[in-house]
């Protein structure tokens, strides 16, 4: 992020604000939300993060997916359709969950110590929200976490 934009931010947060609460979301000052960084006299920043694919099984040798690697989700992810087809255990959830762009995505289940196995034959277990709709499997900072995981981007390779 922008330095200007953090110190801004900073300064709005510090602030006295009402948070409310409802079941599933929370909503923070209007003042927060409309925050534009191009309400600055700096010039627009874009910054990228490299994020990466890996191939894992799902509850089985026979459910591949392409598992996106995100360091910055909150959450493991995986399409409705994965469970359905490896009958995987879950329990049901009604919740929505906003990603950074301010979209939401549905989450419709919970599956708890899913084995998940790598393409080198590692086997794994994790927890993760089963959401409605088209979307990739999200392996995020959980799973990160959980197994001691250690992304290297050597400058090397591209």
């Known amino acids: 992020m922008s330095p ?4 801004k931010l900073q300064i709005l947060t510090t602030q006295e604000k009402e948070v ?12 927060l ?14 910054y990228a993060c490299p994020l ?21 989700s909150e959450v493991n992810i995986i399409p ?16 929505n969950l906003r990603g950074i762009g301010g979209h939401t995505t549905s989450l419709v289940g919970l599956s708890e110590f899913t084995t998940i196995t790598m393409i ?5 277990e994790i927890h993760l929200f089963i959401t409605k709709g088209a979307v990739h499997t999200i392996l995020g900072g959980p799973f990160l976490v959980d197994n001691n995981v250690k992304l290297e981007f050597p400058h090397k390779q591209g």
């Open 4 to 7: 200007t934009f953090i110190d």
């Open 20 to 31: 409310i609460k409802s079941v599933n979301t929370s909503n923070i000052q209007e003042r």
């Open 33 to 46: 939300l409309s925050l534009r960084l191009w309400d600055y006299d700096t010039p627009r920043l874009h």
């Open 52 to 72: 990466g694919f890996m191939e894992v099984f799902v509850g089985g040798e026979e459910y591949p997916t392409m598992a996106l690697v995100d360091t910055g």
């Open 80 to 95: 409705e359709q994965i469970p359905i087809k490896a009958s995987l255990k879950s329990r049901k959830l009604n919740m």
């Open 120 to 124: 080198t034959g590692e086997e794994k």
